[in-house]
């Protein structure tokens, strides 16, 4: 039995079966045992590769996203780019790298991250060295201060969430607990949860609180203070019913309840329950969009073509490879599964990306 498969053995047997949403939490970030307080998940070597993992052109590009916004901003002398969950800094590099077309942006920007693992800060840090003097911090409202640029690429599919079964006497919240043999096992509470929501039995009702909280604060601040977040994510545009909890290990799927603190845990992001907390929260809403019409709206086609100009016959093959994995279109492509949501101060034209797909403010 694992250290971390203890200690929820022992907390259920103490204290009852848990909510799906402390369960994550314990599993991605016990202090101990958590997922990512104990290793590098990223890359071929590990468990799951991200976008900026897979091409320095989708950092490239958030760079230059990142460049026109303040620009659009009236070029504020002063302002943070703030990354939430940063994996190996491997998109802020790229992206600094990028900024690096207007020195007077560059110039003006400090760089401020958002992340728990003292793993993953050590990796920053070294990925950052000399291009950058990275803050950290460990909650969100440390990091927003005046006016803003966020990006958060596959941030909130690892945010904790409860969910909830239909059954023929209302619905029921989902709890893990313990089999007859000490196991962890998912089963439901016994009493009745008041949802308004209709839906047919054995359906699952996912809440997304971390998820809402995080971008309603993300857009309190940008409406008040200027700027805007750009989130990247895997998910639904459109809301729905359905259980999207997943385990990765090694590439693969896994059961969740399998070697608990082994595997990366994450929900696909329901983002019209996103765009109607910011909006509810006084933001302009930008998206969502695929991430493939995305990144070719930023230029994508044109960088890949102006780096193939530069590089061998294998490496042209290569980057063409990568172009096409970011923009794969299809249920399980990146570039249609992945979307892009931009929350942004009210007095922002349509942001780069985004420019026919801004929702009409609140009433």
């Not at 941030?155 to 709890?175: I, S, Y």
């Not at 971008?215 to 750009?230: D, E, K, P, T, Y």
């Not at 809403?285 to 070719?296: H, I, K, Y």
Request: glycine letters at 10%; proline letters at 7%; a negative charge.
């Amino acid at each position: 039995m694992s250290a971390l498969r203890a200690e929820l053995v022992r907390l259920i047997r103490s204290e009852g079966p848990m909510p799906v949403s402390r369960y994550m939490a314990l599993c991605l970030g016990h202090p101990a045992h958590g997922y990512y307080m104990t290793r590098d998940p990223f890359g071929v070597q590990g468990d799951f590769t991200t976008a900026p993992e897979i091409s320095q052109m989708f950092g490239e590009l958030i760079g230059v996203w990142a460049v026109q916004l303040w620009q659009a901003m009236g070029a504020p002398p002063s302002i943070r780019l703030v990354e939430l969950g940063p994996g190996r800094g491997t998109l802020m590099a790229d992206m600094l790298r990028a900024a690096r077309v207007l020195p007077a942006f560059r110039a003006a920007l400090s760089v401020h991250l958002l992340e728990m693992s003292p793993v993953l800060r050590a990796l920053q840090a070294r990925t950052l060295a000399g291009q950058a003097e990275p803050v950290w911090h460990d909650r969100i409202e440390e990091a927003l201060d005046g006016p803003v640029i966020v990006i958060a690429n596959e941030f909130l599919d690892a945010l904790p969430l409860d969910q909830f079964v239909k059954t023929q006497e209302g619905w029921r919240e989902r709890l893990v607990g313990l089999d007859p043999e000490g196991g962890l096992c998912f089963g439901l509470s016994g009493a009745a949860v008041d949802l308004a929501a209709d839906a047919a039995p054995g359906s699952v009702l996912e809440q997304p609180r971390a998820a809402l909280d995080c971008v309603a604060a993300l857009a309190r601040h940008v409406a008040g203070a200027g700027g805007a977040a750009l989130l990247i994510d895997y998910g639904s545009a459109q809301s729905g019913f359905g259980d999207t909890l997943q385990a990765m290990r090694r590439h693969r799927f896994v059961p969740v309840l399998d070697d608990p603190g082994e595997a990366d845990l994450t929900v696909h992001v329901d983002f019209a329950r996103m765009a109607a907390a910011a909006l509810r929260a006084g933001a302009a809403v930008n998206g969502p969009v695929g991430q493939g019409d995305f990144l070719r709206g930023l230029g994508l086609n044109e960088r890949a073509r102006a780096l193939s100009l530069r590089a061998t016959s294998e490496q042209a093959k290569a980057i063409a490879e990568a172009a096409d994995r970011l923009t794969e279109p299809g249920a399980t492509g990146m570039g249609t599964l992945f979307k892009c949501l931009a929350l942004a101060h009210k007095e922002l034209p349509p942001l780069p990306g985004f420019d026919l797909h801004r929702l009409p403010e609140q009433g």
